[in-house]
């Protein structure tokens, strides 16, 4: 069958077979009718406009409660050249326009310019639309639909306090009269203007955009599927707690820049009357922490089996590639950890140089892991690398006692060794040193571990100053593994938010370890049961659980700050 084949008349004939059958039926034949013509026009024109568009229409036109859709009666309008007969029908100025137009015979006789399927829907939309208002309601409806609209329009009465919902509500608008004694309850004129001048000011100050600014880490570590070392070890609290640390950070440099950041996110022009309150959800600060795995290994390498996948140079390049070609390579810190090769060091180093090339500013965090009481975990020629290419690039490094006295050649008795060994680091390039662990005896007894720091600054008049402190916290006679990587990640992010305040940025550090450490032990005990000594598996940091004291540690340990 082709459209050219059928005419009005056969159409109308064919409707007459249907008048016996129910409304439903006649939609359902109507709509199939329409789509065979539709295909076949289709076909035929390949870009025929109307037929196209017939599908449409017919949706519009099969609402059984002889409704119009008015919003696919205004896209047919849009998009659709048809008739001005149709429009007429479709977009009458109100609802009772549409029943008149729809009532009118004219849709049948005098608008000749209709295509045999829109006049056929056109005349079963005015046939549905006087059946509809001589039956007083719903056609044919199925008693499950006229239960769900009973049930909908009582919820809705409900939600919205009764009233008759099919007709347009009426507002009234009343003045509002405001005491004389009553407080201002808006904001005077003058203030919203200074508050619009204010935020085209903020918006366009540097405080702002830095306070909107992310600040991203490049993690170079492990990955384990089980357990805490590495990456595991140091991008859940890098995220979890900066979202913390950082919004304190940068709001104090909003606030010194004049601005104050209001508990809603808004942000508001400062005012003497206006109290502040903490940074809402406006704005998010958090680190991002970008990952490289160096391994992904089932585990950390203390349990008795371990099996993975360790990453080459080149593949660290081609990843590192990937970032650069994307032009997203702007980082504010590096963080490396545990490696076993020196190409991959040397790839590291590579990438760092570029980096700080690119953001002059980037701070490079570096726990040189080579080993420890003694003895090295890693092979013997990965120390020229850390000595001579890694070490002179790093901003920030946490040795070990064994790991400072290697890189400098120089034993640690005392505590005036560990000060001339950081001073020795220094001079090789980082400007912060934290000796993490060491045998040095403390004041508070044997119990207690010894721990120093050293922060180099250059004063405004370009002379240098140095911060020393120690730090000495309770021992736990357990060996953690990933608290070297914790412990990394913890100073990168409070020295961050403290960068010129070493004693505190240890403080804020060590007091996280504390109580992470903590959390592990007693849980790890518990698991092993009385008298027995965890394993690897139960000593896995405590991490997740560790989340309120890590974005907020209570201060457990005051560093000293020795010169
Ligand atoms: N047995 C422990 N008792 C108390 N604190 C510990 C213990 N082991 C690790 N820590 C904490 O973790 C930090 C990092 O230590 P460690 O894992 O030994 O570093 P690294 O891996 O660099 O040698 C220490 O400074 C300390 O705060
Ligand atoms: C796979 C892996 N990654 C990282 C580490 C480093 O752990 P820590 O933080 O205790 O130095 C280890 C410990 N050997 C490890 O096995």
């Known amino acids: 069958m082709t459209l050219e084949s059928v005419t009005l008349a056969e159409v109308e004939a064919s409707l007459g077979t249907l008048e016996n059958e129910s409304l439903s039926e006649t939609t359902d034949y109507l ?59 479709l977009l009458g100025q ?110 366009s100050s540097s405080a702002y ?38 919004q304190q950070a940068r709001r104090r440099r909003c606030e010194e820049a004049g601005l104050r950041l209001a508990a809603t996110g808004f942000l508001l022009v400062t005012s003497p009357k206006m109290e502040t309150g903490s940074l809402g959800a406006g704005l998010v600060l958090g680190f991002e922490v970008d990952s490289i795995n160096s391994v992904q290994f089932s585990n950390h390498t203390g349990y008795s089996h371990w099996k993975g996948q360790v990453l080459t140079a080149d593949e660290l390049h081609v990843l590192y590639e990937g970032i650069k070609l994307n032009n997203v390579h702007q980082y504010d810190y590096v963080l490396t950890g545990y490696t076993r090769d020196t190409s991959f060091l ?10 700080k090339r690119a953001n002059p500013n980037l701070v490079y965090v570096c726990d040189p892991v080579l080993g420890d009481h003694g003895s090295m975990y890693v092979p013997q020629n990965l120390y020229p690398v850390y000595k001579n290419k890694v070490v002179p690039v790093a901003d920030i490094i946490t040795p070990n006692q064994f790991e400072a006295e290697l890189l400098t050649g120089k ?33 508070l007894g044997d119990r207690f571990l010894v721990s120093l720091g050293s922060q180099r600054h250059v004063r405004p008049d370009g002379s240098r100053t140095t911060q020393r402190v120690r730090i000495e916290v309770p021992k736990v006679d357990a060996v953690f593994v990933g608290t070297g990587d914790l412990f990394a990640a913890m100073l990168l992010a409070w020295t961050h938010h403290y960068p010129n305040d070493l004693k505190m940025a ?20 518990e698991l092993a049961g009385p008298g027995r000594r965890p394993s690897p598996p139960q000593l896995e940091l405590r991490m997740v659980q560790s989340k309120a ?14 010169s």
């Open 411 to 443: 034993n640690i008795s005392t505590e005036k060794d560990a000060v001339e060994v950081m001073d020795l680091l220094h001079a090789m390039g980082p400007d912060t040193v934290v000796i993490t662990s060491s045998d040095l005896p403390s004041r």
């Open 346 to 355: 040397e790839m590291v180093v590579d990438i760092v140089q570029e980096l």
């Open 94 to 203: 109100d609802e009772g326009a549409q029943t008149a137009a729809l009532g009118s015979e004219d849709v049948k006789g005098t608008h000749t310019d209709l295509d045999p399927v829109q006049r056929l829907f056109l005349e079963k939309i005015k046939d549905y639309d006087n059946m509809h208002r001589l039956n007083g309601g719903l056609l044919e409806t199925e008693p499950d639909y006229v239960k769900y609209l009973s049930e909908e329009t009582a919820k809705l009465q409900r939600l919205y306090g009764g009233g008759d919902l099919s007709s347009f509500p009426e507002f009234t608008f009343t003045e509002a009269v405001f005491a004389k004694s009553d407080p201002p309850l808006l904001p005077s004129h003058d203030f919203v203007i200074e508050m619009i001048n204010g935020l085209s000011r903020i918006a």
């Open 209 to 246: 955009r830095e306070a909107a600014m992310e600040c991203r880490v490049l993690s170079i570590q492990s990955h384990v599927v089980r357990g805490y070392v590495g990456n595991k070890s140091a991008s859940f609290p890098l995220q979890d707690k900066e979202s913390q640390a950082c």
């Open 506 to 525: 240890c403080e804020k550090t060590f007091s996280v370890m504390h109580h992470v450490i903590q959390r592990t032990i007693s849980y790890a005990h």
């Open 31 to 89: 709509e199939k009718e329409a789509e065979i013509f539709a295909e076949e026009k289709r076909m035929e024109m390949m870009m025929g406009w109307h037929l196209k568009r017939e599908p449409r229409l017919q949706r519009s036109t099969t609402v059984a409660t002889g409704s119009i859709d008015v919003d696919s009666a205004a896209a047919v309008t849009d998009d659709f050249p048809a008739s001005a007969a149709v429009k007429e029908v």
């Open 549 to 562: 004291d890590i974005e907020d540690p209570a201060i457990v340990t005051e560093a000293t700050v020795i």
